[in-house]
């Protein structure tokens, strides 16, 4: 079996396209049934891959599966930027969480992006083109190299059960679904160099500091209340006016969905976007090298609202002394009160003390019972 050498910036699947190609396998099933474990797989997209077991069976070319996750796939850098918990990370890497082939391809739909320049100096370099972990980002409209616009193309599922197309099999099915941004280009471009420099990058700053230093930067531009969540509409409005050429107010559904998402990457990871940190981080600093200073100049300093945390903190403390006895007077009148009953009683002291106060919270009220009638709530 000839395993062939990862490409610079190479998706998985890309590698396991390769594999299977030039050893001649009938399809891609039967690559998936000799590395992916044992009898024959339906779907080769939705194959479960053990990546432990599959770095035993390649010692050769990959040392550990986190060195997987880390050169061929998002997962590192997610990990990195705290979009991703360690404890999922290290579930992928050890074995305990077996992730599906689609996952690690396609990261937001099924829309496989590539570079026309890249594919040419691909052909001319290797031979064959391959698909870059860069250009399937949804927050990258434009090749960091070239500056070409990436052209996205829809793959269909059936095909990939029997092949994997490389850039430029299926020039005519090209995504025509995709919303038409009004974008500023220059925006963009700098995001797609951070996004790049972020893959490829093994020294980023501390994730909890950089996740502190963006909080402190946007409380400062007054987008996060000290007391409350991110302000959506206000932040995504500042967002638009310098990612998009046209005013907010004319912006398709889609852009604002697409705002939204990215907004949601910095306190809400699961309902954001890959790597939509990035576009916060760029927005808010324009480059990695200014984020590392402030990252240092945080660690030695702290915050530069110096002059706003006493009274955040009063204020906050009247809150928390406000709801607890809320709380607790609640619980005295309702000794058999569950938590979805004070939920509807009191919503905003509860919701207040879960997102604020959440040790004391979880001490008074009752413990959920997962095979009782009580609802789960966190």
């Known amino acids: 079996m000839i395993f062939p050498e990862p490409l610079p910036d190479e998706i998985f699947s890309s590698l396991l396209a390769r594999l299977g190609r030039i050893n001649g396998l009938a399809d891609y099933r039967e690559l998936a049934s000799l590395y992916f474990g044992d009898g024959r797989y339906a779907s080769f997209i939705d194959a479960k891959i053990d990546l432990p077991d599959f770095c035993r069976r390649t010692s050769f070319c990959f040392d550990s599966a986190t060195e997987v996750l880390h050169r061929l796939t998002w997962l590192g850098t997610q990990t990195r930027l705290g979009e991703l918990d360690e404890m999922t990370f290290n579930g992928l890497a050890h074995g305990g969480l077996l992730p599906s082939l689609s996952s690690l391809t396609f990261s937001d739909s099924t829309v496989l992006s590539y570079c026309p320049s890249c594919r040419m100096s691909d052909l001319e370099r290797f031979g064959m083109s391959y698909w870059r972990r860069i250009h399937q980002l949804p927050i990258v409209f434009f090749c960091p190299n070239h500056g070409d ?34 974008m500023n280009e220059k925006f963009w471009r700098g995001v797609a160099v951070m996004a790049a420099e972020a893959l490829q990058g093994d020294e980023l700053p501390d994730a909890e500091m950089m996740l502190s230093v963006m909080a402190d930067e946007l409380r400062r531009r007054k987008f996060v209340s000290p007391l409350s969540g991110v302000r959506l509409s206000a932040l995504t409005e500042q967002l638009a006016a310098q990612a998009f050429a046209n005013t907010f107010g004319t912006h398709s559904p889609e852009t604002v969905t697409f705002l939204k998402r990215i907004a949601f990457s910095f306190h809400e990871p699961a309902a954001g976007m890959i790597l939509g940190r990035i576009v916060l981080l760029y927005w808010l600093f324009g480059g990695w090298k200014a984020v590392q200073e402030r990252c240092r100049w945080f660690g030695v300093f702290g915050s530069e609202l110096d002059f706003s945390t006493s009274k955040a903190a009063t204020t906050r403390s009247k809150l928390e002394a406000q709801y607890r006895r809320v709380c ?32 004391w919270l979880d001490r008074q009220l009752p413990i959920p019972h997962r095979g009782g009638k009580q609802l789960v709530l966190f």
């Open 149 to 182: 616009t990436l052209v996205r193309v829809r793959i269909k599922r059936y095909t990939l059960h029997v092949e994997f197309p490389v850039p430029g099999d299926f020039v005519s099915d090209l995504s025509n679904s995709e919303p038409m941004f009004g």
């Open 328 to 359: 607790s007077a609640y619980i005295r009148e309702h000794p058999e009160c569950s938590r979805l009953d004070f939920l509807k009683a009191e919503y905003r002291v509860f919701r207040w003390l879960l997102h604020n106060d959440k040790v």
